[in-house]
């Protein structure tokens, strides 16, 4: 005989309250991904030093045009609620009131990939789509290229490219703000 079992999905309003009731602690490294806690994998060295220098050029390039926020949370629907590694948001929030910076308010999504290459695009960049997040980088460190997803619609990216070292790149939403690819990389 076959056990039948089923997951409790979670709400991301119940994985806030987990969180102000101390079953998940403030500095451990978990996301809501579709209604699973998911725990994040570690941020190594060569993570860690891409993750700074693209938030400090970015926070330079990019001035009073936009608010860069660096490993906070964004929410992305009911069922999940992202830590991306960086988010470049609009200047004044579409979603007055709301918690965190919800699609209306992104206007790209960084996600610098090591280990977590897989993660990205299989589980998170499904949800980014179906979301209505209008452009995110993958900054793939092992492949040294950055993966450019623009143009969501029923749940995948229209737009789909891949810049590698030496090229340049620009946010769709601010494209007169160029950056170089051996800049993000490092």
């Not at 179906?130 to 029923?154: D, K, M």
Request: with cysteine; aromatic share 4%; hydrophobic share 40%.
């Amino acid at each position: 005989m076959a056990i039948r079992t089923e997951r409790r999905l979670f709400t991301v309003q119940e994985y806030h309250r987990m969180g102000e009731a101390g079953v998940l602690a403030e500095d451990e490294r978990v996301e809501l991904i579709e209604g699973e806690i998911v725990t994040m994998p570690p941020i190594g060295e060569g993570h860690a030093r891409s993750v700074d220098g693209a938030a400090e050029l970015l926070i330079t390039r990019l001035g009073q045009r936009a608010r860069v926020r660096i490993q906070g949370p964004v929410d992305v629907g009911q069922r999940s609620e992202f830590q991306p590694d960086l988010a470049v948001l609009r200047r004044e929030p579409a979603c007055v009131g709301a918690e965190h910076p919800g699609p209306d308010d992104i206007l790209l999504i960084i996600e610098v990939a090591d280990t977590s290459l897989e993660r990205d695009r299989g589980l998170k960049l499904p949800v980014y789509a179906r979301a209505g997040v209008g452009e995110v980088w993958i900054v793939n460190l092992r492949a040294g290229l950055i993966e450019v997803y623009r143009q969501p619609g029923g749940g995948a990216y229209r737009d789909v490219s891949t810049v590698g070292r030496g090229e340049r790149l620009t946010i769709s939403a601010i494209p007169d703000v160029g950056f170089a690819t051996d800049e993000i990389l490092g």
